[in-house]
Nanobody, 125 residues
């Protein structure tokens, strides 16, 4: 298995922006999307967004709605997480994941397959 490879992240001031990249070389047979999760020191994994690979349809969680977005460059096999207006509470380890996703009535559910190595985003107050 070739896990996704992530890049980007680092330390940014509150109100700043960061784009994370995720290069995906392999999907499991049940995968149809790339999802983004994050985990902070005080919370469990939180799904924050994703993209259906074939249709390009995206979703974002209510907690980041209007600030985060997901896009892809199919030719580069790369999915991006664009994060704007960052807040200190966005500080977390961010993971891209190949997954089987369903989106219904604006709500998404992702069943993860292959996890990227994670990248830290730290937002200074």
């Amino acid at each position: 298995v070739v896990e996704p490879v992530q890049s980007g992240g680092g330390s940014v001031p509150a109100g700043g922006l960061v784009t994370l990249s995720c290069v995906v070389s392999e999907y499991a047979a049940s995968d149809n999307c790339v999802a983004w999760f994050r985990q902070s020191s005080t919370s469990a994994h939180e799904g924050i967004g994703g993209i259906l690979i074939e249709s390009g349809k995206t979703y974002t969680a209510d907690s980041v709605q209007g600030r985060f977005s997901v896009s892809q460059d199919i030719a580069k096999k790369t999915v991006y997480l664009h994060m704007n207006a960052l807040k200190p509470e966005d500080t977390a380890m961010y993971y891209c994941v190949t997954a089987g996703c369903t989106i219904r009535d604006g709500q998404a559910h992702a069943t993860p397959s292959y996890w990227g190595q994670g990248t830290q985003v730290t937002v200074a107050s």
